[in-house]
């Protein structure tokens, strides 16, 4: 196997552990506390170290990871007091972790190994998909100590990568350049979607759990049909050719028709609504602007939907505490309808 082959086998192997990783401890903390405002602290929490200009540093990212991974897998083997706090230090720890090693080994990848920025996203969704697969094949076996153990075996090809090659292979970047992309950081569309979906997602595992009567299997498939749908965007995306107001408009129609489908028919919508959200994500990665570093690019675009995902997750956590789960799919349809109709005021004119 090709050196390129096997480094982007290491950055998907990573995709797969942190998504592993963060859907066992979702459902983790769901059974935790059936607390939403709590439960929509966790996306909020794992969303808050990407608004910071942390600096490039691989090596002690993968072991924040690593640390953090042992941490849930603690909580899991109930060896530490108050789990819910130790599992939102383990969810900060690991997004903390992203932060440091992600850019560096996109850069690395993208300008040395020459993968295409294309080809970097492709393997990002393969590996989360796997992940969230792996979350829902593991529980019956194993519980959640399983499913952590395994995401700490899938880091190990990453730390062999940023331990292997010389800090000086990785190329640098003053991570102050994000803020100078756009006039303010921050792109005010990706921050509108962020804020959306942050509330979409911030409380499936409860709702799942609560509402659904589902077990973690359950909540697994929902997170597989939604990344199978973000794995077809890639080659669908040109042949769609959606605007922002229908495609926000799908995904409320998508949204409803989970609550009215039963079953595994209220599942696979979940794979519509993955392809809906990426094809926006690709449209408002390209809103960003020409740059000359795409990796800063897409890392822009990601804080700008991280601040929105912290505020959606936050707002419907307490809205959620004071309407209860089930007052919360009005809430949700009504903010798809209005972020169509104001998103094409915010995306620059082509």
């Known amino acids: 196997m090709a050196p390129r082959a096997l480094l982007t086998l ?35 929490v794992s969303s808050a170290p990407l608004l910071l200009h942390l600096p490039s540093r691989p090596r002690f990212g993968t072991l924040l990871q690593l640390l953090a991974v042992l941490l849930f897998l603690a909580v899991a083997a109930r060896l530490t007091p108050l789990p819910v706090a130790f599992t939102l230090a383990a969810v900060l720890l690991l997004a903390v972790g992203g932060q440091l090693v992600d850019l560096p080994v996109q850069r690395l990848l993208h300008g040395d190994a020459g993968v295409p920025m294309g080809g970097l996203r492709s393997s990002a969704e393969a590996g989360q998909l796997a992940g969230t697969i792996l979350a829902g094949v593991l529980f019956p076996i194993g519980k959640t100590l399983l499913q952590f153990s395994q995401s700490m075996l899938l880091l190990l090809p990453l730390a062999a990568l940023v331990t292997w090659r010389r800090p000086s292979r990785f190329p640098a970047g003053p991570s102050h350049q994000l803020a100078s992309a756009a006039p303010s950081g921050f792109l005010p569309a990706a921050l509108l979607q962020g804020v959306l979906f ?153």
């Open 198 to 350: 942050g509330g979409l997602f911030g409380l499936i595992p409860l709702w799942v759990r609560q509402e659904g009567a589902g077990n973690c299997f359950d909540f697994a498939m929902v997170l597989t049909a939604y990344g199978l749908g973000r794995a077809m965007a890639e080659a669908l995306h040109a042949r769609l050719r959606l605007g922002s107001t229908p495609g926000y408009l799908l995904l409320a129609v998508a949204l409803l028709g989970t609550q009215l489908l039963p079953g595994w028919g209220a599942v696979l919508l979940f794979v519509p609504l993955g392809l809906l959200a990426a094809c926006s994500d690709q449209c408002l990665i390209k809103a960003v602007g020409p740059a000359e570093d795409p990796a800063l690019r897409l890392q822009l675009f990601s804080r700008s939907s991280a601040l929105g995902g912290l505020l959606g997750s936050l707002v419907m956590g307490v809205l959620g505490q004071a309407l209860g789960l089930s007052g919360l799919l009005p809430i949700q349809l009504l903010a798809f309808v209005l972020v169509a109709l104001l998103m094409p005021r915010l995306l620059p004119a082509r």
């Open 10 to 44: 290491a950055w998907g192997s990573s995709r797969a552990a942190t998504s592993l990783a963060a859907a066992s401890a979702a459902w983790m903390l769901s059974g935790l506390t059936p607390s939403p405002l709590i439960n929509g602290l966790l996306p909020a």
